[in-house]
């Protein structure tokens, strides 16, 4: 109940084209969504998060569509570039006081040029 | 202003040795996590601390595995005797309070154990 499953494991889009990476859960308890991207050799790097009170959040190029009822959130970055190419982890937390996230098994992304 | 700094970057240790690992948090920030990442898996939580407590250990091996966030200098991750199975890259993030506040990942300690 403490997993967050993600999919697919690997990606590779065209540049321009639209990433789209999902991520699904079971526990309820969880109130916070974000997302991490980690480039090889780097630590992971906040990109966007939400919360379960709305339903998409957009910030930029990267969007993050929200369904609770479905316990599914997905990230979609638009205009893929050759940059965006890393490792994407989705994550989820519950208001515990602290931020224990607990991390889906990552999205490799390669965007070709 | 620093981000989260860990040291070593890479540790190669043989199997039976002990591996000390550190972080210094970014400035301001008194809050501590470890995290370990296992190759083409992602990030599983160990440990949570503030300065000189250890709030939520729940993530931790029962044994060989400790951590400490003492009032001066950086947190240690500490891992005695250790195996093959321990090879991996540890991360440690630092907030500056509590609750679903940003908390920011250093680069990582990647552990080998020959």
């Known amino acids: 109940q403490q997993q967050v499953k993600q999919s697919p494991q690997s990606l590779i889009v065209q540049k321009g084209g639209i990433s789209i990476i999902n991520c699904a859960y079971e526990?309820?308890?969880?109130?916070?969504f974000p997302w991490y991207q980690q480039f090889p050799g780097k630590g992971p790097a906040l990109l966007i998060a939400?919360?379960?009170?709305?339903s998409e959040k957009k910030e930029g190029r990267f969007t993050i569509s929200f369904n609770k009822s479905a316990k599914q959130f997905s990230l979609h970055i638009m205009d893929s570039q050759p940059g965006d190419s890393a490792t994407y982890f989705c994550?989820?937390?519950?208001?515990?006081?602290?931020?224990?996230?607990?991390f889906g098994t990552g999205t490799r992304l390669l965007v070709s040029p | 202003n620093a981000g989260v700094m860990q040291n070593p970057r890479h540790l190669v240790r043989r199997r039976g040795q002990e591996a000390r690992l550190r972080c210094s948090p970014m400035?301001?920030?008194?809050?501590v996590y470890w995290y370990r990442q296992l190759p083409e898996e992602g990030l599983k939580f160990m440990v949570y601390?503030?300065?000189?407590?250890?709030?939520?250990e729940s993530g931790m091996p029962k044994e060989r595995f400790s951590a400490e966030f003492p009032k001066e200098g950086p947190s240690i991750l500490r891992i005695q005797q250790v195996v093959r199975g321990d090879s991996a890259a540890y991360f440690c993030?630092?907030?500056?309070?509590?609750?679903?506040?940003?908390?920011?990942f250093g680069q990582g300690t990647r552990l080998t154990v020959v």
């Open positions: 993030a630092s907030s500056p309070v509590g609750g679903n506040t940003e908390a920011f």
């Open positions: 526990n309820t308890a969880f109130d916070y």
């Open positions: 939400i919360r379960p009170d709305v």
């Open positions: 994550a989820a937390s519950m208001n515990t006081g602290f931020q224990k996230l607990v």
């Open positions: 400035k301001g920030h008194s809050h």
């Open positions: 601390l503030q300065k000189e407590n250890i709030i939520d």
